[in-house]
Each structure stands twice: as C-alpha cells, then as structure tokens.
C-alpha cells in the first residue's frame, strides 16, 4: 500500500505526494511546489517496458525480506560504480533477509547495505560480482528524460518518457514521518509511478542519472518527483568504496 499525505494544512499551491513504495514497505512523503508542464518528448523518444538500451542493463532490480515487519520489498536501483548500487533508503529499511540484485538478464548477486540515509531517502548496496556498467550522476538537468524501472516486479525494466522541470525544494519528514527535511527534487510527468519503480533513474544523455525516484502526486499517477544527483551525492560518495554493512533498521 502506497501511503498518502493529505493537502491539508499545506500552503497554497502545495502539491501532497506520497512515496512509490515497494510491495508493501512503507515510505515517506514530501509536498512541493505546482509547476508548468515542460514540452513532452517526441513520440521517436518513447519506449515501452522491456525496451532494450545500453542503460537498461545498468538497472536493477531489489529484493529483500523484512523480519520485524513481515514484509517483502522490491524495487528499483542503479549501478553507479562498481558492484555499488544506488536505491531509495525506504526500500531497504529493515531488511535482514535475502537481499540480492537482480539484473534483466537474470542474473542474481547478493547484497549488503553500505551507505543508509534515511533523511535523504537513499541508501547504497555492494553486489560482489556485479559487472554491469555504471550511470554517472549529473548534475545538468535537462527537460526531457527517460524513467526507467520495474513496475510492479516486472522481469523486465521499463523505459518511460518524461518532461522534466528541474529542481524544486521540498519540504516534507524523513522515512521515519520523524524529522523535518528539506530536499532538492525534480518533478515529471508522462511515466506512471507504481509501486516497483522505487529508486528509478531519471535518465538523460544516454548513460547518465540526472536524479532518482521517490516520490508520487497523490492525485496524478503520471506526476512523480526524483531525487536531485546533487542531494544524493554524498550518500553515492560515503558507498562507492565501503564494504562493511551499515544499520538500516527499522522498517518504515
């Protein structure tokens, strides 16, 4: 079950999202700012789900187990740097059992969480063995982008189109509904966010991420927010060469 924020209370113009969450993991949520469409891309640009790209192979899908709170999550995430996997932080709250990676081509690597930031919303995996070719981040944000994740637990990713308006803040809680935070968003529109495609890359330029999926308009299934390359930078920076696991409970 997706959570949902009500509008009430907001200022005026607030946009109530609630988060794309896996399975049944719960998550957090943020409000932002209404803002215009940006130009849709051309039809040449769209892709449907099991498209095939020199990027898909860089998308992976996350499966886990949650003892505490008997929940089952899978999601989305991106390698970023070698056997490192960037995902959203709610996704992997709580997990204790059988964390893997899986690529589109079936192959399956057992993972670890290194790097866990619940206010961010981002967390790091190390996959040993995982060979596949890293998305870079970027920091120049363009109109026009690709989703690309597993809704729904698809064996295959999805490649989705989306209009882009860079750079929102957003005022919301961290995972947890505890604290306060501020984060640097960019909203979409076009790629229907549904629960799987937690963690997605907003993907520009052929091989880079632009930003990563974690939030959706609670009233517009094809209105979504990703996460800024420049918010979850550090959170990638504190991964890339850590192996030992980091406390990632509790569930949220």
């Known amino acids: 079950m997706i959570p ?4 009430a209370g907001r200022g005026a113009g607030a946009v109530a999202l609630a988060v794309c969450v896996a399975g049944s993991t719960a998550g957090c949520a943020a409000t932002v700012g209404h803002s215009p469409p940006a130009r849709r891309p051309s039809a040449a640009r769209t892709a449907g789900a099991g498209a095939q790209t020199p990027f898909t192979h860089s998308v992976v899908r996350v499966r886990g187990f949650a003892s505490s709170c008997d929940q089952r999550t899978e999601a989305t995430g991106f390698v970023y740097a070698p056997e490192r996997v960037l995902l959203n932080a709610h996704v992997v709250a709580g997990v204790d059992r059988d964390l893997e990676v899986v ?9 670890r969480v290194v790097a866990f930031d619940p206010e961010v919303d981002a967390a790091v995996l190390r996959a040993p063995g995982l060979t596949a070719q890293p998305l870079r981040l970027t920091r ?10 597993y809704p729904k637990g698809a064996a295959v990713p999805a ?8 750079d929102q803040p957003a005022e919301s809680y961290d995972i947890y ?21 937690s963690g997605a890359p907003l993907v520009t330029g052929g091989d880079r991420a632009m930003g990563m999926v974690f939030a959706v308009d609670m009233d517009r299934a094809d209105v979504g927010y ?6 979850i930078e550090a959170v990638a920076a504190a991964g890339e060469n850590a192996i030992t696991a980091v406390p990632h409970d509790p569930c949220s």
């Open 4 to 7: 949902m924020l009500g509008s």
């Open 103 to 111: 690529l589109d081509d079936g192959r399956r690597f057992a993972a």
């Open 140 to 149: 120049a944000a363009r109109t026009a982008a690709v989703v690309v994740g």
């Open 159 to 166: 490649v989705l189109p989306a209009t882009v308006r860079p």
């Open 177 to 197: 509904d505890r604290k306060r935070v501020s984060r640097q968003v960019h909203r979409f529109q076009g790629a229907a966010v549904t629960p799987g495609m």
């Open 226 to 231: 990703a996460l800024t390359a420049a918010q």
